[in-house]
C-alpha cells in the first residue's frame, strides 16, 4: 500500500520523507522506499549469482580450461614426456567429447572414446589421470582382469561406475561427466579369432558386458560394490556423457601387424630393417590387427579413437626424472627440504638411474623403484643428523653399489664440535 497524504512518513531504511522519493510502501511499524526496494533487490541477485559459482566450481574451470586441444597438449607436457602422437589424438578427443556434452542441442555425434596401446611405464594411466586433473573432472581406474562374465565369481562390469560415483562424491549428475580409464584391457582378448559358443569367464563375455556401459545406458550399480542381488536398490547413472579410456600393452601386436604389412619377408627388398627404423610399427595398426589380437568387433567399434605410445628412450626417461611438474627428483628434493637438508643428484648419478631402470624394461615405472632402493639407507639415518647436515649429494656409486653419499655439514655444528674437542 502506498502512503501520498501524510507528509511525516518517512522511509525506515534511508529516513527519507515521501516527498524525496517516488513512493513508500508501509507495513506492519516500518516503511520502505522505492529505492530502497531496489537496492536491496540487486543485493539479493549479486549474492545469489556468487552462491551459484560458489556451488559449481568444476563446471566452471571446465569452461574455462576447455579452450582447444593445442592449449590442452600444452598442459599435458607439463607432466608427460614424450608421446606427443598420443597427446594429440587425446586431446583432440577430449575436446570434440566435452564439446558434444555442453551442447544444448541434441546432436547425432557419437562419443570418442579412446584406446591406448604401448608398453608398461610409456605413460597410458598418467595421460588419463592428468587429462581428468585438467578438466576437473572425476576420474576413476578399474583394472578388467578383475571383471567376469554376469553369473561367474568377480566383478559384475557395472562395479567400474562405482569408483567414479564415489570420486564425484556420489554426485550423479557429476560423475555422468567424468572419465573412466580401465587397464588391461588386452587381458581379457578371446584366445583366438572365431566366436566361442561357450562362455568365455575371462574374455569375450566381459568385453560383451562392457559394451552397453561403454557405448552409452542407465547402468544399475550396487551401492557398495559387489554382486547384485534383487532385494538392493540401486543407483542409477547414464553412462552417455562417460569418457572411457581403456588402455593395454597388448603384447605381440606388432608381429601382427608386421605379418599383415608384409614385414615378415626375408631377403633382397625385404622392408624389415628399414621400415622398423623409420617409423613405430605400431603407427599402422588397424582395427583388423585388434581383431587377430582377440578384441571383439563390437567393442572395437566403440573406441574410435586409438593412440599408441613408443617405449621411452634413454633421454625420454632421463627427462622423466627432472622435467614434469612432479618430477621424481624434485620429489625427494621438496622431502629433504621438509628436514632442512639439500639434496643433489649428479648428472651421472642421473644416468646410472637410466641405466638400471632400462635393464627393467619397465618403463618410466622403474625410475621409482631404482630410487627408492638407492635412497632407503639414506632416508632411513638422515633424520637424525638434520640438526647439523647441510647437503647431500648423490653421485654415481650410490646407485650403482650402495655407497655413502657425499655430505656436507653446517659451519656452525663443525665449529661446536671444534671447540669441545680443544675443551
Known amino acids: 500500500m502506498v502512503q501520498k497524504n501524510k507528509l ?3 522511509c525506515s531504511f534511508c529516513g527519507r520523507s515521501q516527498n524525496e522519493v517516488e513512493r513508500i510502501i508501509y507495513g506492519r511499524n516500518a516503511y520502505i522506499c522505492n529505492e530502497c526496494v531496489e537496492m536491496c533487490s540487486e543485493l539479493l541477485g549479486e549474492n545469489a549469482h556468487s552462491a551459484n559459482i560458489a556451488d559449481k566450481p568444476a563446471e566452471k574451470k571446465t569452461d574455462e580450461n576447455l579452450t582447444t586441444p593445442i592449449k ?14 598420443a597427446k594429440k589424438v587425446l586431446s583432440v578427443a577430449v575436446y570434440n567429447h566435452y564439446k558434444r556434452v555442453r551442447s544444448s542441442k541434441k546432436t547425432n555425434i557419437q562419443k570418442s572414446n579412446i584406446l591406448l596401446l604401448g608398453p608398461t611405464g610409456s605413460g597410458k594411466t598418467l595421460l588419463a589421470r592428468t587429462l581428468a ?3 576437473n573432472v572425476p576420474f576413476s581406474i578399474a583394472d578388467a582382469t578383475t571383471l567376469t562374465e554376469a553369473g561367474y565369481v568377480g566383478e559384475d562390469v557395472e562395479n567400474v561406475l562405482l569408483s567414479l560415483i564415489q570420486a564425484a562424491n556420489y554426485d550423479i ?14 587381458k581379457i582378448a578371446r584366445k583366438s579369432e572365431n566366436t566361442s559358443i561357450t562362455r568365455d569367464v575371462s574374455g569375450e563375455g566381459v568385453q560383451q558386458a562392457l559394451l552397453k556401459i561403454i557405448e552409452g545406458t542407465v547402468a544399475n550399480v550396487p551401492p557398495t560394490g559387489g554382486r547384485k542381488h534383487p532385494q538392493q536398490e540401486y543407483i542409477k547413472i547414464n553412462t552417455s556423457n562417460i569418457l572411457f579410456i581403456v588402455g593395454g600393452a597388448f603384447e605381440g601386436i606388432e608381429k601382427i601387424i608386421a605379418r599383415r604389412i608384409g614385414k615378415k619377408k626375408v631377403g633382397f627388398g625385404s622392408e624389415l630393417g628399414k621400415n622398423t627404423e623409420e617409423r613405430h610399427i605400431l603407427s599402422e595398426i588397424q582395427p583388423e590387427d585388434l581383431l587377430r589380437f582377440g578384441l571383439i568387433p563390437e567393442l572395437i567399434g566403440r573406441l574410435p579413437m586409438t593412440a599408441y605410445l613408443e617405449e621411452l628412450t634413454s633421454d625420454e626417461l632421463r627427462r622423466v626424472l627432472t622435467e614434469p611438474k612432479d618430477a621424481l627428483v624434485s620429489q625427494y628434493k621438496e622431502l629433504f627440504a621438509l628436514d632442512g637438508i639439500d639434496l643433489t643428484f649428479t648428472d651421472k648419478a642421473l644416468d646410472e ?7 627393467l624394461k619397465t618403463g618410466a615405472r622403474g625410475l621409482r623403484r631404482i630410487l627408492e632402493t638407492a635412497m632407503l639407507d639414506i632416508m632411513y639415518a638422515a633424520p637424525e643428523e638434520k640438526e647439523k647436515l647441510k647437503e647431500i649429494v648423490i653421485t654415481p656409486e650410490v646407485i650403482t653399489s650402495g655407497a655413502e653419499p657425499q655430505k656436507t655439514y653446517r659451519i656452525e655444528q663443525l665449529k661446536n664440535r671444534n671447540t669441545t674437542k680443544g675443551a
Do not use: P
Not at 73 to 81: A, E, N, R, T
Not at 173 to 186: P, Q, V
Not at 353 to 359: A, G, L, N, R, S
Open 133 to 135: 586433473t585438467f578438466l
Open 173 to 186: 549428475e557429476k560423475a555422468e561427466r567424468g572419465i573412466i580409464y580401465i587397464d588391461e584391457i588386452d
Open 72 to 85: 590442452i597438449k600444452s598442459y599435458l607436457d607439463q607432466f608427460v614426456i614424450g608421446q606427443d602422437y
Open 353 to 359: 638411474i637410466v641405466k638400471k631402470t632400462e635393464k
Open 8 to 10: 511525516d512518513i518517512r
